[in-house]
């Protein structure tokens, strides 16, 4: 019922914001004689803020067609490389652009789409041949496709980085995770190190990654811990409506995702949307576009399967299995000690909100066997979740580390 009602509201939205943006064009038409009364523009700016709220939201584009090296503008394109059930490999072709770092980088299945790492991708084409985890809606997976869990996601990492190793020996690949994947990329590049696979990635970067929960823990790890498991399998689960292919489905809906993200920073979210109208009552588009693009990213969700999700609050945030060194995989240990060669870089913000300092950097205490020189640790001062992998502190200030990294450690 929850599902339904929410598709309900939606559909009621959808409309009033359809209206909405029809009314905010009436009132900007410079044909339109109240355009020039005195509150047609504060109306109209209104309508347009409200429309933007309200408006219905499929999969975004990565839209990035060129990238600049050397000073040469090269075009890009999408390729997807392996098609699977629950997400694709997708590479993105620089032409006439050979060599360089082959880099996977792993996007969170955590209610937003890939494009969430748009700008991750963007700043690291001109340095890499990058590849991406692009994840389906899991609403949109027949049931006929069958289960998706935290074992079939490491899976899915183990076949992709052999897929982009296949022609490569031990192929120079290298690992970007954000966020959520941190674990089970570290559990990855444990098991592929174990079984001395030749794909298995020469660095493996973890950004703001929930290693360790019980380090600095956040709102978001408090909220995973203080209810009981049965407590999320009755209260945030609900089953795909009969409109989606993946109808009947169980899973954790990304409008729940969204609400819990929105809630934690309120407050910002109505300044910001203050502002965006205030911006727009002064003419200030391009301001006003900014936090326009923000959030027509940040609102784009999408479903994970019940079974990944709810395993996720099991193995990660209420049993701490990785770092107590009880995490498996299909009934096999998954033991950090097995990694001696893979360079690991732990990424953190002076000021993330959801992964708190020393999450990520346990990953570089576990890894016993690890030298030192392959181990590097890095905090993003004044950076929060978001700013670690997107906007100015990535690009000009934690970018430039990874390259250094990969480079080092090529």
Not at 111 to 124: I, P, S
Not at 214 to 234: C, D, I, K, Y
Not at 324 to 339: E, N, Q, S, Y
Not at 352 to 364: E, F, N, P, W
């Amino acid at each position: 019922m929850l599902y339904d009602a929410y598709e309900f509201q939606r559909s009621m939205m959808a409309g009033a914001s359809k209206m909405a943006s029809f009314g905010a064009d009436m009132l900007n038409n410079p044909a339109n004689p109240f355009a020039y009364l005195g509150g047609g523009t504060v109306v109209a700016s209104a309508l347009e803020v409200f429309a933007h709220a309200n408006a219905t939201r499929g999969k975004p584009a990565f839209g990035l067609d060129t990238t600049t090296i050397d000073g040469r503008e090269v075009a890009v394109r999408e390729e997807i490389v392996l098609r699977k059930d629950f997400g694709q490999l997708k590479r993105f072709v620089r032409k006439g652009v050979e060599g360089g770092p082959k880099l996977l980088i792993v996007a969170p299945m955590s209610g937003h789409y890939a494009t969430l790492l748009r700008g991750t991708v963007e700043r690291m084409l001109p340095f890499a041949d990058v590849y991406i985890t692009d994840w389906r809606d899991a609403r949109s997976v027949p049931l006929s496709a069958g289960r998706f869990d935290l074992d079939d996601y490491i899976d899915y990492l183990i076949e992709y980085l052999e897929t982009i190793g296949a022609n490569e020996g031990r192929g120079g690949t290298h690992m970007l995770a954000v966020c959520q994947p941190s674990v089970p990329c570290y559990a990855a590049v444990a098991l592929m190190s174990a079984d001395k696979n030749p794909c298995r990635p020469k660095t493996l970067t973890m950004m703001g990654g929930p290693v360790d929960t019980r380090e600095a823990p956040t709102a978001v790890n408090t909220l995973a811990t203080e209810r009981p498991h049965a407590w999320f399998e009755q209260n945030v689960i609900a089953t795909v409506p009969g409109n989606y292919p993946g109808a009947g489905r169980k899973v954790y809906p990304g409008f729940l995702q969204l609400a819990g993200f929105m809630s934690m920073n309120l407050g910002n979210h109505m300044v910001s949307h203050w502002e965006m109208y205030k911006h727009l009552v002064q003419g200030d588009g391009e301001s006003a576009s900014q936090s326009q693009d923000f959030y027509e990213e940040y609102r784009s969700v999408c479903d994970m399967t019940a079974e990944f999700y709810l395993q996720t609050i099991d193995v990660v945030f209420q049993n701490h299995a990785l770092p107590r060194g009880i995490m498996t995989h299909r009934g096999r240990l998954v033991d950090p000690a097995a990694i001696t060669d893979i360079g690991l870089l732990a990424v953190e913000g002076e000021r993330d909100d959801i992964s708190g300092l020393g999450q990520t950097k346990a990953a570089l205490t576990l890894a016993t066997a690890l030298p030192d020189e392959k181990k590097r640790y890095l905090i993003a001062e004044g950076a929060g979740h978001y700013g670690i992998f997107n906007g100015t502190r990535w690009r000009e200030k934690i970018a430039p580390v990874v390259e250094e990294f990969i480079t080092a450690n090529g």
